[in-house]
Protein backbone atom coordinates (compact mmCIF):
# COMPACT_ATOMS: atom_id res chain seq x y z
CA UNK A 1 0.00 0.00 0.00
CA UNK A 2 1.48 3.17 -1.28
CA UNK A 3 1.55 5.83 1.01
CA UNK A 4 4.08 8.23 -0.62
CA UNK A 5 3.56 12.12 -0.82
CA UNK A 6 3.46 14.16 -4.11
CA UNK A 7 6.54 16.06 -2.74
CA UNK A 8 8.39 12.15 -2.03
CA UNK A 9 7.34 11.14 -5.38
CA UNK A 10 9.68 13.88 -6.51
CA UNK A 11 12.13 12.73 -4.45
CA UNK A 12 15.00 10.48 -5.29
CA UNK A 13 16.29 10.02 -1.38
CA UNK A 14 13.11 9.07 -0.13
CA UNK A 15 12.94 6.09 2.51
CA UNK A 16 13.54 3.14 1.29
CA UNK A 17 12.12 -0.28 2.49
CA UNK A 18 14.02 -1.28 5.01
CA UNK A 19 14.62 -4.69 6.75
CA UNK A 20 15.85 -4.47 10.23
CA UNK A 21 14.48 -5.72 13.53
CA UNK A 22 14.84 -2.66 15.55
CA UNK A 23 12.22 -1.43 17.60
CA UNK A 24 10.72 1.97 17.75
CA UNK A 25 8.42 3.61 20.01
CA UNK A 26 6.20 6.37 19.09
CA UNK A 27 4.60 8.98 21.77
CA UNK A 28 1.11 10.01 20.91
CA UNK A 29 -1.13 9.12 18.46
CA UNK A 30 -2.50 11.95 17.11
CA UNK A 31 -1.87 13.06 13.21
CA UNK A 32 1.85 13.27 13.91
CA UNK A 33 2.47 9.83 15.69
CA UNK A 34 -0.04 8.39 13.30
CA UNK A 35 1.52 9.62 10.88
CA UNK A 36 4.81 8.42 11.52
CA UNK A 37 3.67 4.76 12.26
CA UNK A 38 2.27 4.74 8.33
CA UNK A 39 5.64 5.87 7.02
CA UNK A 40 7.16 3.15 9.09
CA UNK A 41 5.04 0.39 7.75
CA UNK A 42 5.34 1.67 4.32
CA UNK A 43 9.13 1.04 5.02
CA UNK A 44 8.25 -2.31 6.18
CA UNK A 45 8.75 -2.32 9.19
CA UNK A 46 6.29 -3.16 11.68
CA UNK A 47 8.55 -3.71 14.74
CA UNK A 48 6.72 -0.33 16.62
CA UNK A 49 4.45 0.66 19.36
CA UNK A 50 2.66 3.44 19.85
CA UNK A 51 2.00 4.94 23.16
CA UNK A 52 -1.02 6.83 23.78
CA UNK A 53 -2.13 8.45 27.04
CA UNK A 54 -5.69 8.44 26.14
CA UNK A 55 -8.46 5.59 25.02
CA UNK A 56 -8.45 6.91 21.25
CA UNK A 57 -6.43 8.43 18.69
CA UNK A 58 -7.02 12.20 17.87
CA UNK A 59 -4.71 14.54 19.62
CA UNK A 60 -5.67 17.88 20.23
CA UNK A 61 -9.18 16.67 17.85
CA UNK A 62 -10.38 14.08 20.00
CA UNK A 63 -9.90 16.71 22.85
CA UNK A 64 -11.25 19.49 21.66
CA UNK A 65 -15.06 18.88 20.86
CA UNK A 66 -16.30 22.53 22.64
CA UNK A 67 -19.01 24.23 20.19
CA UNK A 68 -18.15 25.35 17.00
CA UNK A 69 -14.62 23.24 17.14
CA UNK A 70 -13.11 23.68 13.65
CA UNK A 71 -9.65 23.97 11.64
CA UNK A 72 -8.66 27.52 10.96
CA UNK A 73 -6.26 25.55 7.37
CA UNK A 74 -8.06 24.56 4.58
CA UNK A 75 -9.72 20.96 4.91
CA UNK A 76 -7.95 19.54 1.71
CA UNK A 77 -4.71 20.78 3.08
CA UNK A 78 -5.15 20.11 6.60
CA UNK A 79 -5.17 15.93 5.99
CA UNK A 80 -2.24 13.79 4.80
CA UNK A 81 -1.19 14.63 1.45
CA UNK A 82 -1.05 10.47 0.85
CA UNK A 83 -4.38 10.27 2.50
CA UNK A 84 -6.31 12.45 0.94
CA UNK A 85 -10.36 12.55 1.49
CA UNK A 86 -12.42 14.24 -1.10
CA UNK A 87 -15.58 13.90 0.94
CA UNK A 88 -14.98 17.15 3.09
CA UNK A 89 -18.59 18.71 3.81
CA UNK A 90 -16.65 22.39 4.36
CA UNK A 91 -13.90 24.16 3.29
CA UNK A 92 -12.44 24.50 6.63
CA UNK A 93 -13.02 21.11 8.73
CA UNK A 94 -15.25 20.72 11.92
CA UNK A 95 -14.01 18.80 14.69
CA UNK A 96 -16.30 15.79 14.63
CA UNK A 97 -15.39 15.44 10.57
CA UNK A 98 -11.81 16.08 11.24
CA UNK A 99 -11.84 13.28 14.35
CA UNK A 100 -13.26 10.57 12.05
CA UNK A 101 -10.86 11.63 9.15
CA UNK A 102 -8.35 10.45 11.63
CA UNK A 103 -9.87 7.42 13.37
CA UNK A 104 -11.17 6.26 9.54
CA UNK A 105 -7.33 6.39 8.46
CA UNK A 106 -6.06 4.58 11.47
CA UNK A 107 -7.98 1.71 11.00
CA UNK A 108 -7.32 1.81 7.25
CA UNK A 109 -3.69 1.14 8.04
CA UNK A 110 -4.54 -1.37 10.32
CA UNK A 111 -2.27 1.16 13.10
CA UNK A 112 -5.02 0.09 16.17
CA UNK A 113 -3.16 -3.40 16.60
CA UNK A 114 0.25 -1.11 17.28
CA UNK A 115 -1.57 1.22 20.01
CA UNK A 116 -1.13 0.90 23.67
CA UNK A 117 -4.29 3.49 25.30
CA UNK A 118 -4.15 4.59 28.43
CA UNK A 119 -0.20 4.71 28.71
CA UNK A 120 1.50 7.98 29.68
CA UNK A 121 5.16 8.14 29.96
CA UNK A 122 6.68 10.30 33.11
CA UNK A 123 10.75 9.34 32.74
CA UNK A 124 12.94 8.05 29.87
CA UNK A 125 16.70 7.46 30.09
CA UNK A 126 18.74 6.18 27.42
CA UNK A 127 21.58 3.36 28.02
CA UNK A 128 24.65 3.92 26.67
CA UNK A 129 26.10 0.61 26.55
CA UNK A 130 22.93 -1.01 24.97
CA UNK A 131 21.88 1.93 22.98
CA UNK A 132 18.30 1.70 24.37
CA UNK A 133 15.74 4.35 25.63
CA UNK A 134 14.54 2.96 28.73
CA UNK A 135 10.94 4.54 29.62
CA UNK A 136 8.70 4.37 32.97
CA UNK A 137 5.32 4.37 32.54
CA UNK A 138 2.41 6.25 35.06
CA UNK A 139 1.57 2.86 36.55
CA UNK A 140 5.14 1.89 37.08
CA UNK A 141 6.15 -0.65 33.96
CA UNK A 142 9.34 -0.08 32.78
CA UNK A 143 9.73 -0.46 28.43
CA UNK A 144 12.73 -0.33 26.28
CA UNK A 145 13.18 0.41 22.63
CA UNK A 146 16.03 1.53 20.28
CA UNK A 147 14.55 4.19 18.63
CA UNK A 148 12.20 7.14 20.47
CA UNK A 149 9.69 9.43 18.49
CA UNK A 150 8.08 12.09 20.20
CA UNK A 151 4.79 13.10 18.91
CA UNK A 152 3.49 14.47 21.41
CA UNK A 153 2.66 17.71 20.27
CA UNK A 154 2.46 21.00 21.68
CA UNK A 155 -1.47 21.77 21.98
CA UNK A 156 -2.26 19.28 24.49
CA UNK A 157 -2.19 20.17 28.24
CA UNK A 158 -4.91 22.85 29.19
CA UNK A 159 -3.94 26.53 30.49
CA UNK A 160 -6.38 27.78 33.61
CA UNK A 161 -6.03 31.46 33.70
CA UNK A 162 -4.63 32.61 37.18
CA UNK A 163 -6.95 35.13 38.36
CA UNK A 164 -7.99 35.41 42.28
CA UNK A 165 -10.82 32.84 43.86
CA UNK A 166 -11.22 30.72 40.41
CA UNK A 167 -10.42 27.39 42.72
CA UNK A 168 -13.67 29.31 44.67
CA UNK A 169 -16.05 29.21 42.03
CA UNK A 170 -19.16 27.01 42.76
CA UNK A 171 -20.88 27.02 39.53
CA UNK A 172 -20.06 25.31 36.43
CA UNK A 173 -15.90 26.02 35.62
CA UNK A 174 -14.97 24.41 32.00
CA UNK A 175 -12.29 24.34 29.68
CA UNK A 176 -12.73 24.50 25.73
CA UNK A 177 -10.42 21.45 25.88
CA UNK A 178 -12.11 19.86 28.60
CA UNK A 179 -16.01 20.41 27.71
CA UNK A 180 -18.36 18.79 29.49
CA UNK A 181 -21.45 17.79 26.69
CA UNK A 182 -23.85 16.85 29.23
CA UNK A 183 -24.05 20.20 30.86
CA UNK A 184 -26.74 22.69 29.35
CA UNK A 185 -25.72 26.38 28.64
CA UNK A 186 -29.36 27.10 27.83
CA UNK A 187 -30.51 30.31 29.61
CA UNK A 188 -27.47 30.35 31.48
CA UNK A 189 -25.05 33.43 32.85
CA UNK A 190 -22.25 31.97 31.03
CA UNK A 191 -18.92 33.91 31.07
CA UNK A 192 -16.42 33.38 28.69
CA UNK A 193 -12.31 34.17 29.78
CA UNK A 194 -10.56 34.68 26.46
CA UNK A 195 -10.93 36.01 22.99
CA UNK A 196 -7.99 33.68 21.36
CA UNK A 197 -8.86 30.85 18.74
CA UNK A 198 -10.78 28.60 20.70
CA UNK A 199 -12.35 31.49 22.25
CA UNK A 200 -13.33 33.29 18.66
CA UNK A 201 -15.16 29.32 18.03
CA UNK A 202 -16.83 28.68 20.51
CA UNK A 203 -18.11 32.17 21.72
CA UNK A 204 -20.71 32.29 18.65
CA UNK A 205 -22.14 29.04 19.69
CA UNK A 206 -22.18 29.75 23.47
CA UNK A 207 -24.48 33.17 22.87
CA UNK A 208 -26.67 31.46 20.88
CA UNK A 209 -27.75 29.30 23.98
CA UNK A 210 -26.80 31.43 26.87
CA UNK A 211 -29.59 33.70 28.38
CA UNK A 212 -26.52 36.03 29.07
CA UNK A 213 -23.10 35.91 27.94
CA UNK A 214 -20.31 37.68 29.14
CA UNK A 215 -16.59 37.83 27.03
CA UNK A 216 -13.71 38.83 28.81
CA UNK A 217 -11.12 40.41 26.09
CA UNK A 218 -7.90 40.02 27.36
CA UNK A 219 -5.99 41.04 24.63
CA UNK A 220 -7.82 41.69 21.49
CA UNK A 221 -6.49 39.67 18.24
CA UNK A 222 -6.45 40.66 14.30
CA UNK A 223 -9.33 38.75 12.50
CA UNK A 224 -9.60 38.27 9.17
CA UNK A 225 -12.52 36.90 7.45
CA UNK A 226 -13.17 33.45 6.84
CA UNK A 227 -13.51 32.32 3.74
CA UNK A 228 -15.32 29.04 4.34
CA UNK A 229 -18.17 27.57 2.62
CA UNK A 230 -19.94 24.05 2.39
CA UNK A 231 -18.47 21.71 -0.20
CA UNK A 232 -21.53 20.85 -2.46
CA UNK A 233 -22.50 16.18 -2.71
CA UNK A 234 -21.80 16.99 -6.86
CA UNK A 235 -18.16 18.78 -6.19
CA UNK A 236 -17.09 15.79 -3.66
CA UNK A 237 -18.11 13.22 -6.14
CA UNK A 238 -16.03 15.01 -8.96
CA UNK A 239 -13.03 14.75 -6.34
CA UNK A 240 -13.46 10.91 -5.55
CA UNK A 241 -13.66 10.20 -9.46
CA UNK A 242 -11.26 12.22 -10.70
CA UNK A 243 -8.23 12.02 -7.81
CA UNK A 244 -6.48 14.95 -10.13
CA UNK A 245 -8.76 17.44 -9.31
CA UNK A 246 -8.43 17.08 -5.73
CA UNK A 247 -4.85 17.21 -6.22
CA UNK A 248 -5.08 19.89 -7.52
CA UNK A 249 -6.88 21.47 -5.08
CA UNK A 250 -4.68 20.79 -2.55
CA UNK A 251 -1.73 22.24 -4.35
CA UNK A 252 -3.85 25.26 -5.02
CA UNK A 253 -4.16 25.93 -1.38
CA UNK A 254 -0.69 25.10 -0.31
CA UNK A 255 0.83 27.65 -3.03
CA UNK A 256 -2.20 30.44 -2.16
CA UNK A 257 -0.77 30.10 1.42
CA UNK A 258 3.01 30.72 1.14
CA UNK A 259 2.36 33.19 -0.91
CA UNK A 260 0.36 34.92 2.03
CA UNK A 261 3.23 34.03 4.57
CA UNK A 262 5.30 37.36 4.07
CA UNK A 263 2.27 39.05 5.18
CA UNK A 264 2.42 37.18 8.38
CA UNK A 265 5.81 36.46 9.73
CA UNK A 266 7.93 39.85 7.58
CA UNK A 267 8.08 42.65 9.57
CA UNK A 268 8.42 44.92 6.74
CA UNK A 269 5.86 47.86 6.73
CA UNK A 270 4.71 47.02 3.42
CA UNK A 271 3.67 43.78 4.37
CA UNK A 272 2.21 45.01 7.97
CA UNK A 273 0.45 47.76 6.22
CA UNK A 274 -1.31 45.86 3.55
CA UNK A 275 -2.57 42.88 6.03
CA UNK A 276 -3.58 45.35 8.73
CA UNK A 277 -5.79 47.47 6.19
CA UNK A 278 -7.56 43.68 5.35
CA UNK A 279 -8.42 43.25 8.77
CA UNK A 280 -9.30 46.84 9.36
CA UNK A 281 -11.58 46.56 6.79
CA UNK A 282 -13.30 43.99 8.62
CA UNK A 283 -13.61 45.19 11.83
CA UNK A 284 -15.44 48.17 10.11
CA UNK A 285 -17.37 46.31 8.16
CA UNK A 286 -18.65 43.97 10.85
CA UNK A 287 -18.64 46.42 13.66
CA UNK A 288 -20.37 50.12 13.46
CA UNK A 289 -19.85 51.49 17.30
CA UNK A 290 -17.10 53.73 16.84
CA UNK A 291 -16.20 52.76 20.66
CA UNK A 292 -16.14 49.25 20.13
CA UNK A 293 -14.20 49.29 17.26
CA UNK A 294 -11.35 50.70 19.05
CA UNK A 295 -11.96 48.06 21.95
CA UNK A 296 -11.56 45.02 19.47
CA UNK A 297 -8.61 46.57 17.35
CA UNK A 298 -5.37 45.51 18.46
CA UNK A 299 -2.65 47.78 19.49
CA UNK A 300 0.19 45.61 18.48
CA UNK A 301 1.87 44.42 14.75
CA UNK A 302 -0.29 42.11 13.14
CA UNK A 303 1.33 38.90 13.16
CA UNK A 304 2.97 39.26 16.53
CA UNK A 305 0.31 36.87 17.34
CA UNK A 306 -1.41 34.46 16.12
CA UNK A 307 -3.79 35.76 13.28
CA UNK A 308 -7.24 34.49 13.12
CA UNK A 309 -10.14 33.90 10.97
CA UNK A 310 -13.75 34.27 11.21
CA UNK A 311 -17.13 35.65 10.61
CA UNK A 312 -19.34 35.19 13.63
CA UNK A 313 -17.03 36.83 16.45
CA UNK A 314 -17.60 40.25 16.14
CA UNK A 315 -21.95 39.73 15.23
CA UNK A 316 -21.84 37.57 18.13
CA UNK A 317 -20.08 40.08 20.90
CA UNK A 318 -22.93 42.68 19.55
CA UNK A 319 -25.92 40.33 20.28
CA UNK A 320 -28.34 41.71 22.18
CA UNK A 321 -27.71 38.99 25.30
CA UNK A 322 -23.81 39.59 25.12
CA UNK A 323 -21.19 42.18 26.50
CA UNK A 324 -17.93 42.37 25.92
CA UNK A 325 -15.53 43.37 28.83
CA UNK A 326 -12.04 44.56 27.55
CA UNK A 327 -10.27 43.05 29.93
CA UNK A 328 -9.80 39.80 31.94
CA UNK A 329 -11.91 39.56 35.51
CA UNK A 330 -10.05 41.04 39.12
CA UNK A 331 -11.53 38.33 41.38
CA UNK A 332 -14.14 35.27 41.05
CA UNK A 333 -16.18 34.46 43.83
CA UNK A 334 -18.61 31.82 44.71
CA UNK A 335 -20.98 32.73 42.38
CA UNK A 336 -19.92 36.09 40.58
CA UNK A 337 -17.09 37.85 38.71
CA UNK A 338 -15.95 41.13 40.00
CA UNK A 339 -14.57 43.45 37.49
CA UNK A 340 -11.65 45.71 37.55
CA UNK A 341 -14.51 48.55 37.42
CA UNK A 342 -15.53 47.19 40.89
CA UNK A 343 -19.11 45.79 39.04
CA UNK A 344 -19.91 42.70 40.04
CA UNK A 345 -22.00 40.11 37.78
CA UNK A 346 -23.23 36.96 38.99
CA UNK A 347 -22.61 33.65 36.42
CA UNK A 348 -24.17 30.14 36.46
CA UNK A 349 -20.80 29.07 34.34
CA UNK A 350 -17.21 30.09 33.14
CA UNK A 351 -15.76 28.94 30.06
CA UNK A 352 -12.12 29.46 29.58
CA UNK A 353 -10.87 29.71 26.23
CA UNK A 354 -6.99 29.92 27.46
CA UNK A 355 -4.90 27.56 25.32
CA UNK A 356 -2.67 25.67 26.43
CA UNK A 357 0.61 24.85 28.19
CA UNK A 358 3.01 25.61 25.22
CA UNK A 359 6.12 23.73 26.23
CA UNK A 360 8.34 26.39 24.75
CA UNK A 361 11.47 25.38 26.69
CA UNK A 362 10.52 22.07 28.64
CA UNK A 363 10.30 18.44 27.46
CA UNK A 364 7.15 16.67 27.49
CA UNK A 365 8.85 14.53 29.91
CA UNK A 366 11.56 13.76 32.01
CA UNK A 367 14.42 12.74 29.65
CA UNK A 368 17.62 11.62 30.39
CA UNK A 369 20.36 11.45 27.32
CA UNK A 370 23.87 10.62 27.52
CA UNK A 371 25.97 10.63 30.74
CA UNK A 372 22.74 11.65 32.29
CA UNK A 373 22.13 15.01 30.73
CA UNK A 374 18.60 16.49 31.35
CA UNK A 375 16.24 17.58 28.33
CA UNK A 376 15.51 20.53 30.09
CA UNK A 377 19.11 21.65 31.20
CA UNK A 378 19.75 21.47 27.47
CA UNK A 379 16.74 23.77 27.19
CA UNK A 380 17.19 25.69 29.99
CA UNK A 381 17.81 29.03 27.17
CA UNK A 382 14.73 27.31 25.11
CA UNK A 383 14.39 24.29 23.16
CA UNK A 384 16.82 23.75 20.39
CA UNK A 385 16.76 20.98 18.12
CA UNK A 386 18.54 20.43 14.46
CA UNK A 387 15.84 21.06 11.90
CA UNK A 388 13.44 20.32 14.42
CA UNK A 389 13.75 17.01 14.72
CA UNK A 390 16.95 15.67 16.32
CA UNK A 391 18.59 17.03 20.02
CA UNK A 392 22.47 16.57 20.75
CA UNK A 393 23.31 14.28 23.19
CA UNK A 394 20.13 12.55 22.92
CA UNK A 395 20.79 9.66 20.61
CA UNK A 396 17.84 7.73 18.58
CA UNK A 397 15.21 10.84 19.62
CA UNK A 398 13.48 12.09 17.15
CA UNK A 399 10.41 14.91 17.20
CA UNK A 400 7.75 15.49 15.75
CA UNK A 401 6.82 19.17 15.90
CA UNK A 402 9.91 20.13 17.31
CA UNK A 403 11.65 23.33 18.39
CA UNK A 404 10.83 26.18 15.50
CA UNK A 405 9.21 23.81 12.96
CA UNK A 406 5.17 25.69 13.82
CA UNK A 407 3.49 26.73 10.66
CA UNK A 408 2.54 30.61 10.59
CA UNK A 409 0.29 30.19 7.43
CA UNK A 410 -0.07 27.21 6.63
CA UNK A 411 -0.85 23.13 7.64
CA UNK A 412 1.60 21.60 10.33
CA UNK A 413 1.15 18.51 8.31
CA UNK A 414 2.99 20.18 5.66
CA UNK A 415 5.83 20.50 7.83
CA UNK A 416 5.41 16.99 9.64
CA UNK A 417 4.98 14.77 6.82
CA UNK A 418 9.05 15.96 5.47
CA UNK A 419 9.68 15.22 9.41
CA UNK A 420 8.66 11.38 8.76
CA UNK A 421 10.06 10.66 5.89
CA UNK A 422 13.86 12.84 7.38
CA UNK A 423 13.42 10.34 11.03
CA UNK A 424 12.68 6.96 8.57
CA UNK A 425 15.49 8.11 6.32
CA UNK A 426 17.79 8.20 9.54
CA UNK A 427 16.43 4.80 10.82
CA UNK A 428 16.75 2.98 7.43
CA UNK A 429 20.58 4.35 7.40
CA UNK A 430 21.24 3.27 11.04
CA UNK A 431 19.49 -0.22 10.04
CA UNK A 432 21.54 -0.59 6.73
CA UNK A 433 24.75 0.07 8.31
CA UNK A 434 24.01 -1.98 11.77
CA UNK A 435 24.44 1.50 13.94
CA UNK A 436 23.62 1.40 17.84
CA UNK A 437 22.98 4.89 17.68
CA UNK A 438 22.83 8.26 15.62
CA UNK A 439 23.62 11.68 17.70
CA UNK A 440 23.38 14.82 15.71
CA UNK A 441 26.77 16.65 16.50
CA UNK A 442 26.01 19.56 18.40
CA UNK A 443 28.25 22.16 16.38
CA UNK A 444 25.84 20.83 13.74
CA UNK A 445 22.72 21.97 15.67
CA UNK A 446 24.18 24.91 17.37
CA UNK A 447 24.99 26.42 13.82
CA UNK A 448 21.30 25.84 12.67
CA UNK A 449 19.87 27.19 15.68
CA UNK A 450 22.04 30.69 15.46
CA UNK A 451 20.85 30.68 11.81
CA UNK A 452 16.96 30.04 12.48
CA UNK A 453 17.34 33.06 15.31
CA UNK A 454 19.33 36.05 13.33
CA UNK A 455 15.88 35.28 11.20
CA UNK A 456 13.50 35.81 13.79
CA UNK A 457 15.08 39.24 14.03
CA UNK A 458 13.23 40.21 11.24
CA UNK A 459 10.01 38.76 11.51
CA UNK A 460 6.59 39.70 13.30
CA UNK A 461 7.29 37.74 16.04
CA UNK A 462 9.55 40.07 17.66
CA UNK A 463 8.00 43.13 17.02
CA UNK A 464 7.62 43.79 21.11
CA UNK A 465 4.48 41.63 22.09
CA UNK A 466 3.90 39.07 24.38
CA UNK A 467 2.84 35.67 22.91
CA UNK A 468 2.90 31.71 23.88
CA UNK A 469 5.50 31.66 20.97
CA UNK A 470 8.06 33.17 23.27
CA UNK A 471 9.58 32.34 26.14
CA UNK A 472 9.91 34.25 29.42
CA UNK A 473 13.40 35.47 28.20
CA UNK A 474 11.95 36.51 24.37
CA UNK A 475 13.02 33.27 22.27
CA UNK A 476 10.99 32.21 19.66
CA UNK A 477 11.06 28.49 20.03
CA UNK A 478 7.69 27.82 18.57
CA UNK A 479 8.01 29.06 14.90
CA UNK A 480 9.67 28.61 11.61
CA UNK A 481 10.67 31.40 10.29
CA UNK A 482 10.25 31.36 6.65
CA UNK A 483 8.40 29.03 4.12
CA UNK A 484 7.31 25.67 4.10
CA UNK A 485 9.12 25.14 0.70
CA UNK A 486 12.04 25.81 1.61
CA UNK A 487 11.88 23.65 5.46
CA UNK A 488 11.23 21.09 2.83
CA UNK A 489 14.09 21.30 1.11
CA UNK A 490 16.41 21.54 4.50
CA UNK A 491 15.43 18.09 4.71
CA UNK A 492 15.45 16.48 1.69
CA UNK A 493 18.29 15.00 2.33
CA UNK A 494 19.75 13.19 5.20
CA UNK A 495 23.51 13.50 5.86
CA UNK A 496 24.98 11.05 8.31
CA UNK A 497 28.11 13.25 7.91
CA UNK A 498 26.05 15.21 10.23
CA UNK A 499 25.96 12.75 12.61
CA UNK A 500 27.93 10.62 15.23
CA UNK A 501 27.84 7.21 14.82
CA UNK A 502 28.00 4.40 17.01
CA UNK A 503 28.25 0.98 15.30
CA UNK A 504 26.43 -1.76 17.32
CA UNK A 505 29.65 -3.83 17.75
CA UNK A 506 31.16 -1.36 19.74
CA UNK A 507 30.67 -0.37 23.69
CA UNK A 508 28.57 3.01 24.12
CA UNK A 509 30.98 6.17 24.74
CA UNK A 510 30.21 10.36 24.80
CA UNK A 511 31.60 12.25 22.15
CA UNK A 512 32.54 15.55 21.71
CA UNK A 513 30.97 18.06 19.20
Not at 164 to 169: A, K, Q, S
Not at 255 to 280: C, D, G, H, V, Y
Not at 393 to 414: D, E, I, K, R
Request: charged share 25%.
Amino acid sequence: MAVTSIFTRLNPLAPKPVDTDMDIVIVGAGFSGLGMAIQLKDAGIENFTILERAAEVGGTWRDNHYPGAACDVASHLYSYSFEQNPNWSRAFGQQPEIFDYIKRTAAKYDLYKHIRFNTTIVKSWFNEDEGRWHALTADGEEMTAQVVVSAVGALSDPAYPKIPGLDNFQGKLMHTAQWDDDYDLTGKRVAVVGSGASAIQVVPEVQKKAGHMTVFQRTPSWIMPKPDRPIPEKEQEEYAEHPFKLHKRRFRIYWMSELFAPFIISNRKFFKTQAEKMAKGHIRKQVKDRELQKAVTPDYAIGCKRILISNDWYPAIQADNAELVADGPAEIKANSIVLKDGREIEVDAIVCATGFKVPSSAAPFQVQGLGGLDLNDAWDDGAEAYKGVAVSGFPNLFFLMGPNTGPSHTSVLAFTEMQMEYIGKAIGHMARHKLKWLDIKKNVQDRFNRGIQKRMENTSWTSGCNSWYLTDSGKNTTLYPGFNWEYRMRLWRFRPGEYHEQPADKPGKRHAA
